[in-house]
């Protein structure tokens, strides 16, 4: 990608009789947002280019982990990258692909982030690898207030019996989407860690994330037990088959119908912006706190975030610029104040005033606050775990007689992964 961009950057600057040089050249930027995802991610490129004069090219696919892998292999990186998942990127920090940022932006980001967050942006070494665009934070059950009435789950017990309720009384508890190509299946992966999460403890969960946890012990088998057991499939809107096909940015859709098709999704908090933007019939949209709020996960007081983090392949000016801005209070503050947009930061310095209601500011106090954060799993372990993490979920929704063969086969991944390749990040610190 770089050296096509170069090659056509030099021939129009020859064209119109100058001398092509690097300074010349735009930014390259490859990410996983499209849509309206991207939309927003432009606004902040936009304003690196107000700030600075530098222009940039961007790439948005889901499949941002293939191509990058493709553009490494042919030596024509981009110059930043943003992945979701610090998994790939120590991968290529132990190739030496991905760059060091330098001391003065690590001192700047450990001023402006907490603690866990600092150690992920390192990458689990001591020098600063990453930048966290976007944050989100993954623990949360989404329900509408009106038809969510009396005492909350607070346990996983309680939630389960709250669940199977709905379904005896003829509804519809669960609202389920696992498609997300080329990673279908990771909103299955997010109850699994969760629950594994809330019920085991932050130190079982940390063994688990970085290779020393059986996939097979009795801790990781209950919790595929116990997310079986809530999501039957009669309490899966559609069943398990709809389940497998639904797209995950579609599946809460049917929360706002009259009547509503289902009662409750687990998902992370950018799902606020899917909501706020699915237009009922009667032209208005979903609002935070009147017609959705969330329950934090039920279990211990702990909480699974996830980041969107950056990472330079080349080091020019022009990278090193947009990596300092990206990590500035001024780029980290544009995304979330974009009208229902619901991006959030870790940054602590925004404060809350600059997340427009109740529910979202909620969710920004725990992300820069809490006192017990665990990281995504998922996102840290490496990718072929992660890959046949994916694929298991899928398989398990579909015969859940087999989860005694898919554990075994997932522990045999994990055996198959040298120790060197496992991230190891700090949990419930």
Same mark, same amino acid.
């Given at each position: 990608?770089?050296?096509?961009?170069?090659?056509?950057?030099?021939?129009?600057?020859?064209?119109?009789?100058?001398?092509?040089?690097?300074?010349?050249?735009?930014?390259?930027?490859?990410?996983?947002?499209?849509?309206?995802?991207?939309?927003?991610?432009? %606004?902040?490129?936009?304003?690196?280019?107000?700030?600075?004069?530098?222009?940039? #090219?961007?790439?948005? &696919?889901?499949?941002?982990?293939?191509?990058?892998? @493709?553009?490494?292999? !042919?030596? /024509?990186?981009?110059? =930043?990258? =943003?992945?979701?998942?610090?998994? =790939?990127?120590? *991968?290529?920090?132990?190739?030496?692909?991905?760059?060091? #940022?330098?001391?003065?932006?690590?001192?700047? +980001?450990? !001023?402006?982030?907490?603690?866990?967050?600092?150690?992920?942006?390192?990458?689990?070494?001591?020098?600063?690898?990453?930048?966290?665009?976007?944050?989100?934070?993954?623990?949360?059950?989404?329900? $509408?207030?009106?038809?969510?009435?009396?005492?909350?789950?607070?346990?996983?017990?309680?939630?389960?019996?709250?669940?199977?309720?709905? /379904?005896?009384?003829?509804? &519809?508890?669960?609202?389920?989407?696992?498609?997300?190509?080329?990673?279908?299946?990771?909103?299955?992966?997010?109850?699994?860690?969760?629950?594994?999460?809330?019920?085991?403890?932050?130190?079982?969960?940390? %063994?688990?994330?970085?290779?020393?946890?059986?996939?097979?012990?009795?801790?990781?088998?209950?919790?595929? #037990?116990?997310?079986?057991?809530? #999501?039957?499939?009669?309490?899966?809107?559609?069943?398990?088959?709809?389940?497998?096909?639904?797209?995950?940015?579609?599946?809460?859709?049917?929360?706002? /119908?009259?009547?509503?098709?289902?009662?409750?999704?687990? %998902?992370?908090?950018?799902?606020?912006?899917?909501?706020?933007?699915?237009?009922?019939?009667?032209?208005?949209?979903?609002?935070?706190?009147? $017609?959705?709020?969330?329950? @934090?996960?039920?279990?211990?007081?702990?909480?699974? =975030?996830?980041?969107?983090?950056?990472?330079?392949?080349?080091?020019?000016?022009?990278?090193?610029?947009?990596?300092?801005?990206?990590?500035?209070?001024?780029?980290?503050?544009?995304?979330?104040?974009?009208?229902?947009?619901?991006?959030?930061?870790?940054?602590?310095?925004?404060?809350?005033?600059?997340?427009?209601? %109740?529910?979202?500011?909620? +969710?920004?106090?725990?992300? /820069?606050?809490?006192?017990?954060?665990?990281?995504?799993?998922?996102?840290?372990?490496?990718?072929?775990?992660?890959?046949?993490?994916?694929?298991?979920?899928?398989?398990?929704?579909?015969?859940?007689?087999?989860?005694?063969?898919?554990?075994?086969?997932?522990?045999?991944?994990? *055996?198959?992964?040298?120790?060197?390749?496992?991230?190891?990040?700090?949990?419930?610190?």
């Amino acid at each position: 990608m770089k050296r096509l961009i170069s090659v056509l950057t030099a021939l129009s600057l020859v064209a119109a009789g100058c001398s092509a040089s690097a300074e010349d050249e735009p930014v390259v930027v490859l990410a996983s947002w499209t849509d309206g995802e991207e939309t927003a991610f432009r %606004q902040v490129l936009d304003a690196f280019t107000a700030e600075t004069g530098i222009g940039y #090219l961007y790439e948005g &696919t889901r499949a941002v982990d293939q191509v990058l892998a @493709s553009d490494v292999q !042919r030596g /024509t990186p981009p110059d =930043v990258a =943003v992945l979701p998942n610090a998994g =790939v990127l120590a *991968k290529y920090r132990k190739s030496g692909d991905l760059l060091p #940022l330098g001391d003065d932006l690590s001192a700047a +980001v450990t !001023r402006s982030f907490s603690s866990p967050w600092v150690t992920l942006q390192k990458i689990g070494t001591e020098q600063l690898y990453a930048v966290a665009v976007k944050a989100d934070l993954k623990s949360l059950i989404w329900y $509408d207030p009106a038809r969510m009435t009396g005492v909350r789950p607070t346990t996983f017990a309680a939630l389960r019996e709250y669940s199977a309720g709905l /379904t005896a009384a003829g509804g &519809t508890p669960w609202c389920v989407g696992m498609g997300a190509p080329p990673t279908s299946g990771w909103p299955g992966t997010d109850w699994i860690e969760d629950i594994l999460l809330h019920s085991a403890g932050p130190e079982k969960y940390r %063994q688990w994330a970085s290779g020393g946890l059986p996939w097979t012990s009795t801790e990781v088998k209950q919790a595929w #037990l116990d997310w079986g057991s809530v #999501l039957e499939p009669a309490a899966i809107r559609g069943g398990t088959a709809a389940a497998l096909l639904t797209d995950f940015g579609d599946a809460g859709k049917p929360m706002f /119908t009259d009547p509503p098709g289902c009662a409750l999704e687990h %998902q992370a908090s950018f799902i606020m912006s899917r909501y706020q933007n699915f237009e009922r019939p009667d032209g208005t949209f979903p609002k935070p706190s009147t $017609d959705f709020d969330f329950l @934090s996960f039920p279990g211990r007081d702990v909480s699974e =975030v996830a980041a969107d983090l950056a990472g330079m392949f080349q080091d020019t000016p022009q990278a090193r610029r947009l990596m300092e801005f990206l990590a500035s209070e001024k780029a980290q503050r544009i995304w979330p104040s974009i009208p229902r947009a619901n991006a959030f930061s870790a940054n602590r310095k925004l404060g809350l005033d600059v997340y427009p209601d %109740q529910v979202s500011r909620r +969710v920004a106090d725990t992300i /820069t606050s809490a006192s017990a954060l665990c990281f995504d799993a998922s996102d840290l372990m490496p990718a072929t775990m992660t890959g046949a993490f994916h694929r298991a979920v899928l398989e398990y929704l579909s015969n859940r007689d087999r989860l005694d063969i898919l554990l075994k086969q997932l522990d045999d991944v994990r *055996k198959s992964i040298q120790s060197g390749e496992w991230l190891e990040i700090p949990c419930g610190q």
